[in-house]
């Protein structure tokens, strides 16, 4: 993958977007991890899900070491449909968290926790022969920002995202 990624690098156009961005981040995944194949397993059970069962029309996903970023794009006038939709998923994802590893006995002890950081706005994608490679700019940096002040569990999300849904 880091050799394809350089050369899609060489050939990247800047496009601008408006998005929401989530940052996801499984608590205590750290000192959890300390058999690899287990935090591996662990890691791919709770993406899958994820992925598939609770953010299957982001835009953008990518993982993060012990969590995922989420980004959906969207015209503006769609960013509190969104909004609304992502606070109502991450809602979602903190209450379910605790059940993802219930059918695998391995994943005893394994963190039950969740933390999600939210924000939008306007970002810059790296785009190249037709892929998304990354996103950049003030919604994901402080969606990052956010995901640390939803502990022990929880979801936080900004300014901007509380005046488009409470007015």
């Given at each position: 993958m ?11 156009d ?7 961005a989530?940052?996801?981040?499984i608590?205590?995944f ?6 690899s ?12 899900k ?9 835009s953008?996903?990518?993982?993060t ?7 959906y794009a ?16 991450s809602?979602?994802v ?9 059918d ?6 394994a963190?039950?926790?969740v933390?999600?950081?939210?924000s939008m706005?306007?970002a ?5 022969e037709g892929?998304?490679?990354?996103y950049?700019g003030?919604?994901?940096n402080?969606?990052?920002?956010l995901?640390?002040?939803?502990r022990?569990?929880?979801v ?6 509380a005046?488009l849904?409470y007015?």
């Open positions: 880091s050799g394809d990624y350089r050369v899609l690098l060489k050939s990247v800047l496009e601008h977007a408006f998005v929401v989530l940052f996801v981040d608590r205590g750290s000192s959890y991890g300390r058999d194949s287990v935090a591996a397993r662990f890691l791919t059970k709770v993406y899958t994820l992925i598939d069962q609770y953010f299957p029309d982001a953008f996903i990518k993982p070491g012990d969590g995922l970023l989420i980004v969207g015209k503006s006038e769609d960013l509190k449909e969104i909004s609304r939709k992502a606070v109502e998923i809602l979602s903190v209450r379910d968290f605790g059940s993802f590893k219930e695998e006995p391995l994943l005893s002890g963190p039950d926790k933390g999600i950081g939210i706005g306007a810059c994608r790296l785009v190249a892929r998304v490679l990354d950049c003030r919604p994901l402080l969606a990052s920002r995901t640390d002040m939803a022990p569990s929880g936080v999300f900004d300014s901007d995202i005046c849904l007015t």
